[in-house]
């Protein structure tokens, strides 16, 4: 995906006689202001997610039970101490935000990454061995794609306990059966190409035609899938959060705020709002930039 | 190189008196459906029924046929691309069929294809230099620095300028492409280069440029080569030595020279026929085939050839004919050339 854009940046800088009117046109044409501005709030919030201890005001466990639900800065009775609010223990609502994202950021990438692992490894090896070994996988698949997963995922952690790692597990496990369908069917065209064949008939291994030939071929699908992916796993990890079964205190996530200020939505609607809102705008983000990615680098829709 | 490596490869080099490749008896039977539908019964398809040749070593040796005759499958089956359902093939008296995965990735250090679409053959997402050093990284034969000085002067000896190195396939011409094929296919030092209808996909003019390229190349390195064509007049300029093939079998197997001057089975006559002559005002006496091949899947009876021989007798529908040689040493498949009927 690099490699096209510093072609098309460097093709434009070769042409310094068009104006700059004309200039403004197409790189909005070619970056349409929404997904900019996503691809902005993305980076926002990554910035946030990584620097949360260096900008939160307060610690997020910090409780100061004499400014308990304290409205934000613009209402009555907001002050500039506590930016959004307070909760119901008198904890800084802002600080608990940055933290939530940052939490729910590293779950879902997490989540992302080891299911887009765990699905293509599995494609992988399915369109290699074919016979019984993608009759497992295939009925895996299908399974997966069968099963009401949140009830899984609540069954899981109820019985086994809640724990992060398990959690993120969890996270990862869901939505690889999609990895591991486009991994499969593109490597099985994927194989009867030439260059692949070519490849093997040099003498490598299948382990290097499909890590350092196949796997960057397809790359592109499976980058598509992970914008399209990271959203689900994002309202995942919030809906166990906020049912309780998810990450828990004295952690913080974005559906873990939701859960517990629920309560208080007549009173102070600031401490689930916000984190609402957060959840709202990062899955919309990554869905419009996923929807850009994948027109972008599917040459039939240029 | 590793030396254990080194001294075999001069043992199998010293072995002169075997062919460098024997082939036994190959068939390669595809299951495929018929009838089309979920419920289709399946059939074989015969594309390669019966073929023995050897190649001993220096020579060129072409297959030419129509579409669908099988000489692409049997470039497949030399190169296990595929597997036979089968015959034996022997490279360097070594059976091919029984190695392990580990010896035939060795083995393929000797042995390499020319594809017949060059664009395909490379991987798009890999830069030139990279691809034609692969091999070299494969076999860990040198230091990656090493590996990349030796690519970068095959390709520059094949007229490859600097610029093109860190180019990608796509951005390639097609002549170009297939020069980077042909350096990836030779960078080893291959005993044995399969070409699979090489010049096929491009234009007349780069056609001659690579031919020439390969004879070159043939004469410096002393390859053995296996050249499918269907293109006679190259087959004429590049083999030694012809094969014909006619749906899945080896119709008439020759000299060069023996098989332009005097073909012996119909078939080949026909072929040779549809060559141009470039003298205005010559003609040769044109053979023109009747209708199109027939099905591999439902093939003819006796002589496969039967259905459009312009020679044909009521006799060749019954028996196969068997590839025999004629005094002069042409082996022909042909009833009548045998004088049988």
Redesign the interface.
Known sequence: MTDKLEVELTHSEEKPQENFQIRIHRFFGRYPPIVIIAALWLLFMIFVAVFATLISPYDFTSIDLRTRLQAPVWMEGGDWNHLFGTDDLGRDVLSRLIFSIRMSLLIAFLGTVIGAILGTALGFLAAHFRGWVDDVVMAGIDFQASLPFFIISLTLLAFFGNNLVLFIGLMGIYGWERYARITRGLTLSAITHGYAIAVNTLGATPIRVYLRHILPNISSALIVNMTLNFPGTVILESSLSFLGIGVQPPLTSLGNMLGFGRDYLTTAWWITVFPGVAIFLATLSMSILGDWVRDRLDPTLM | MNKQEGSSVVSLRNQNGLPLLEVTDLHKYFRVRSSGGLFGKKNNLKAVDGVSFSVSRGETLGIVGESGSGKSTIARLL?K?DNPTSGVIKFNGRKLSGLLPVE??????HM??V?Q?P????????KIIDQVT??LI??NIASKSECHDKAAELLRSIDLKDHTFYRYPHELSGGQRQRV?LA?ALI?EPQLLVCDEPTSALDVSIQAQVINLLARLRERMGLTMIFISHDLNIVRHICERVSVMYLGKVVEQAQIDLLFNSPAHPYTQALLSAIPIPEPGLNRQRIFLKSDPPSPIDLPSGCRFHTRCHRAKPGCAERIPELKSLKNGQLVACHLAHGEI
């Open positions: 190169l691309i035939l990735r060795k083995l393929r250090q390499q294809y594809f679409d664009l395909g053959a490379l991987d798009p997402r890999m692969e091999p494969i076999h094929v990836r080893m």
